[in-house]
């Protein structure tokens, strides 16, 4: 099968910051592919290398065949981008912003009108069209972004984290146009830090932190890296550092990460090691406020790689 994209040691440097620092992947055509890392793991930073907004200190990357580096126009061509920020006229209704962006891509007269019409339709927005964008919610705003991506039927569509912070009704909206975009064929990089969207959405998925490719593969491949191993996440009633010390030496504990009141351990048998955890936590003179108990899946996955825990 073809590859849609190619991205061989893509490095892009901001002075001292290493925000992609040596990154490879491929896109097989006809799939959707996931960037799945926390905020500032170098996920937008590689959209933008890959969109032509910067250029990249070292490596390329191909989209279709064509280089970023070389032929740029011809690989731009090509995708559809929808940025992580919203790039619409508040003034204009959706129709009205719609059909600027479908000139800019050189569309005219009734294919230009029956484009619209089309993209109205699929992002479900026709009823609202004549409606100011200034009066949109951040959903339907999101949307209409998502839809200007898509009027030019572009091979490659690239999503920059297209659900942050919107309703959860939009972003069900969205996961199901991004389904139905693929199963039409097309090709799309969806980039999120929600390991939910990532594990519904994807053929494959690539986990990014700190400028790095740590982890690339089917849901099933990443989460056989770890295992059997079980998420157990926690809360204790008071300051929990002499018990996490503790924690950390117990047989079978992996892993422990801790932010604020949350606690997260990967155990490999949580039925014989909880009876440990409560008796160390009994000894501190703590008590163990909550406890859940995750099977193995991509935030267990990212935690064993990288030490930390996927957070929001």
Known sequence: MENAVEVKGLKKFYKDVKAVNG??????????????GPNGAGKTTTINVL????????????????????????AKALMGVVPQEIALYEDLSARENLVF??????????????????????????????????????GMKRRVNIGIALLHLPKLVIMDEPTVGIDPQSRRH?????????KQGMTVLYTTHYMEEAQELSSHIAI???GRIVANGTHAELVKLVGEQDRVELALSQ??????????????????????????????????VLPELFKIANQQNARIASIAIHE??????????TGKALRD
């Not at 969205?174 to 693929?182: A, E, P, S």
């Open 101 to 138: 962006w479908g000139k800019l891509y050189g569309l005219r007269g009734k294919q230009l009108q029956k484009r619209v019409d089309e993209v109205l339709e699929l992002i479900g927005l026709r009823d609202r069209q004549r409606q100011r964008i200034s009066k949109y919610s951040g």
């Open 296 to 305: 193995p899946n991509l935030e267990t996955v990212f935690l064993h790689l």
């Open 208 to 210: 990014m932190d700190q």
């Open 174 to 182: 969205i996961l199901d146009n991004v389904l139905q975009l693929n």
């Open 51 to 74: 969109t032509g907004l910067f250029p990249p200190n070292a490596g390329d990357a191909l989209i279709f065949g064509h280089s970023i580096k070389k032929e740029p126009l011809k």
């Open 239 to 272: 300051d929990g550092g002499k018990v996490l010390k503790e924690w950390k030496k117990v047989k079978g504990v992996s892993k422990v990460d801790q932010e604020g009141e949350k606690i997260v351990l990967l155990v490999n048998d949580s039925n014989a």
């Open 23 to 36: 990154v490879d992947f491929s896109i097989q055509s006809g799939e959707i592919f996931s960037l799945l």
